[in-house]
C-alpha cells in the first residue's frame, strides 16, 4: 500500500491543484509523516512518479519573487480513479505492517519469566508515553480547533483511532499482565 501516493492524491482532490511545497506543508499540517510515513522526500518522488503515471498533469507554472519555479499540479481523471482504488485497498487491509512485539513474544520462550515481564513493561511503558503524547495533542488541536468534529470530523475520527488503538494495547497488556503472573515461566 503506497499511502504516499494515497496522501499526495487525496490532497490534491480535496483540496485543488498544488504545487510540490504546498503540498508538503499541507502533510506536515496533517501530521502525514506519523501516520502515513510520508516524508519530504518520499513525497517529492512520488509527485513525480505520478506524473509519470499521468495520474496528475502540470497545470501551470508559478514564480513569486525570487523563489525558484514551481510546477502546480492537478489530478487527472485516471489519478481519480487510483485514488478510488487505493481507498478501497487501504479499507480492506487489516494487516498494520511488521510487528516487533509479536515477534518478541514468539520467541520469547527461552527467556524467564522475570526478563519477559521487563520487556513487557518497557513496552506497557512506551505505550503509556504514547498515550499521554497523543492526549496532549488531542488538547492542543480542540483548542487549536483542526480535532473538534465540528471543524474537521474525519481528521477527529482519524485521530481518535489513534487513541483508541493505543488503549486498546494498553488492555491487552493489563490482560496479559494477569495471565504471566500466573505463569510459572512462559512457555513457547
Same mark, same amino acid.
Given at each position: 500500500?503506497?499511502?504516499?501516493?494515497?496522501?499526495?492524491?487525496? /490532497?490534491?482532490?480535496?483540496?485543488?491543484?498544488?504545487?510540490?511545497?504546498?503540498?508538503?506543508?499541507?502533510?506536515?499540517?496533517?501530521?502525514?509523516?506519523?501516520?502515513?510515513?510520508?516524508?519530504?522526500?518520499?513525497?517529492?518522488?512520488?509527485?513525480?512518479?505520478?506524473?509519470?503515471?499521468?495520474?496528475?498533469?502540470?497545470?501551470?507554472?508559478?514564480?513569486?519573487?525570487?523563489?525558484?519555479?514551481?510546477?502546480?499540479?492537478?489530478?487527472?481523471?485516471?489519478?481519480?480513479?487510483?485514488?478510488?482504488?487505493?481507498?478501497?485497498?487501504?479499507?480492506?487491509? /487489516?494487516?498494520?505492517?511488521?510487528?516487533?512485539?509479536?515477534?518478541?513474544?514468539?520467541?520469547?520462550?527461552?527467556?524467564?519469566?522475570?526478563?519477559?515481564?521487563?520487556?513487557?513493561?518497557?513496552?506497557?511503558?512506551?505505550?503509556?508515553?504514547?498515550?499521554?503524547?497523543?492526549?496532549?495533542?488531542?488538547?492542543?488541536?480542540?483548542?487549536?480547533?483542526?480535532?473538534?468534529?465540528?471543524?474537521?470530523?474525519?481528521?477527529?475520527?482519524?485521530?481518535?483511532?489513534?487513541?483508541?488503538?493505543?488503549?486498546?494495547?494498553?488492555?491487552?497488556?493489563?490482560?496479559?499482565?494477569?495471565?504471566?503472573?500466573?505463569?510459572?515461566?512462559?512457555?513457547?
Amino acid at each position: 500500500m503506497n499511502l504516499t501516493r494515497l496522501v499526495i492524491l487525496g /490532497l490534491l482532490v480535496e483540496r485543488g491543484a498544488q504545487h510540490g511545497h504546498e503540498l508538503r506543508r499541507a502533510a506536515q499540517a496533517t501530521k502525514a509523516d506519523e501516520w502515513a510515513g510520508v516524508g519530504a522526500g518520499s513525497l517529492h518522488r512520488e509527485l513525480r512518479k505520478l506524473a509519470d503515471d499521468e495520474l496528475i498533469e502540470p497545470l501551470r507554472v508559478e514564480r513569486v519573487d525570487r523563489r525558484p519555479e514551481r510546477t502546480v499540479y492537478q489530478v487527472t481523471e485516471a489519478g481519480r480513479a487510483e485514488l478510488d482504488l487505493l481507498r478501497d485497498r487501504a479499507v480492506a487491509d /487489516l494487516h498494520n505492517g511488521a510487528d516487533p512485539l509479536a515477534a518478541v513474544l514468539i520467541f520469547a520462550g527461552s527467556v524467564g519469566r522475570d526478563v519477559l515481564a521487563g520487556l513487557l513493561g518497557r513496552h506497557r511503558r512506551a505505550v503509556e508515553q504514547e498515550l499521554d503524547r497523543l492526549a496532549g495533542e488531542r488538547e492542543r488541536g480542540e483548542r487549536e480547533g483542526y480535532l473538534r468534529p465540528e471543524v474537521s470530523a474525519l481528521q477527529a475520527a482519524a485521530f481518535r483511532r489513534s487513541e483508541l488503538r493505543a488503549r486498546a494495547e494498553l488492555a491487552w497488556h493489563d490482560e496479559w499482565d494477569a495471565v504471566l503472573a500466573r505463569a510459572p515461566e512462559a512457555r513457547s
